[in-house]
């Protein structure tokens, strides 16, 4: 199938000669989650604001939906609703007025009904007379979202959507996402909460000092969180792991005061009760144990470095 | 063409309008009647009238055209500058409306807005002084044609602006200078020759001569030289929005 988003050779040097975005070259599905990560200042933004028309390209193309961004932006554009990280807004509109606007900029013909629903699913109704400056962050926030959502766009970019927002409204918003996924709409958020990805994106990229360092599944990345190690503390150092123990998959560490025992925390049974066991039956006694599981974080942070 | 896009824009502005009446409507038409009880009435009932109008009279086109120059430019400049200013600009840059569409949805409000303050002067100025207009529709035509004008100027400065500081500065600096020299208040024919020669650099004698010349028939120079220089002037104007949005100039990075 042809992504809905295709990014080739897509590189941005700004006037200062600060080069925010190598050469890149992304593919979105049509009607999937795509989380981006990375630290501030990787190029995330860039890449959302050249795909939205905010920002011209030094090199490259994108196809939105099969239109370039550049060429035919009427056609790619009117696919697109972005919720920028900064809360900008129209003070002194109405909440109802501003969403409107966006719905007329966006080429589309007046729905009352349609913005009715927006608000709603929103829970923003009760504040649709309400002045934009009057709002909460919070209230600002799906003000934004609706907005986006106003011209019922085909793709939806979110650019740091949770970003100081609260439990609840973090909660609603994901809940929306996965409806809007749903009915067909492909979702591309941008994010530096890790643990966000894991629960939305159906696959993340991974973006550091404006190079893709990495694109994968989350199922797959899950499989490497799905590692588990077991730390022991040993009462007294070893010098080798014990014949006695062959079998289990154990490392000892440089010291000889640490074994560290791998295991695969989805698997049905651990194995740590058997080892224990075995322990007791060697007379390997240890002082202190602890278990540690590599996160999407971990991974995260050894890419970047890795790169650094 | 999209035809939402641009009553989006336009309706937006109008309601921008409607939010600040007293600054954008009231105000205007209150310093103009200043201008009319101090120059028009007190100072005017003691001078000579100027080819055969009475002084009065004589100011009303100059003093229209002194408003509609100003709130052309701060209409606009504000309008544009402002969304550039909090950030609200993205969403115009991200949807599908081309720079003719979102020209003429600023522009045009900006425009509208001009047209209906002169026209509320012009109703207001009726009250102290009587005069007639000799040509209704080339009134009309010199009315509108400066509104866009400089209603389009306006849009340069406020996308050339990126503090307030320099919002004000053209109009202070050269607006305001420009018109009061072009002829509002005098005929050129009333300075040394040499400053005649100076006086016709002013774009602005052109505009005011020609908006007089609708009033009264009676003009410091040719209305067609007036007509030509102020589409001149609007060609340049246009020469510019292109080049702008052709650039990204401080729009887009």
Redo the contacts between chains.
Sequence with gaps: MQPIIDVRQLSKTYASGFQALKPIDLQIRQGEIFALLGPNGAGKTTLISIVCGIVNPSAGSVLAGGHDVVREYRAARSQIGLVPQELTTDSFETVWNTVSFSRGLFGKAPDPAYIEKVLKDLSLWSKKDSKMITLSGGMKRRVMIAKALSHEPRILFLDEPTAGVDVELRRDMWTMVRALRASGVTIILTTHYIDEAEEMADRIGVINKGELILVQDKAELMNRLGRRQLTLQLQSPLAAIPAGLAGHALELSADGQQLVYTFDAQAERSGIDVLLRRLAELGIDFKDLRTSQSSLEDIFVDLVRERA | M?I??I???Y??EM??TR?TLLQSIVSPVISTSLYFVVFGAAIGAHMNGIDGVSYGAFIVPGLIMLSLLTQSISNASFGIYFPKF???I?????????PFEIVAGYVGAAASKSIILGTIILATARLFVTFEIAHPLWMVAFLVLTAVTFSLFGFIIGIWADNFEKLQLVPLLIVTPLTFLGGSFYSIHMLSPLWQKVTLFNPVVYLISGFRWSFYGVSDVGVGISLGMTLVFLGICLGLVWWIFRS?YRL??
């Design positions: 999209n939402h896009g009553r989006a824009i309706r937006f309601a921008r939010r909090v950030g609200t993205y969403e115009i840059l991200s949807a599908p409306v081309s990204g887009k990075a």
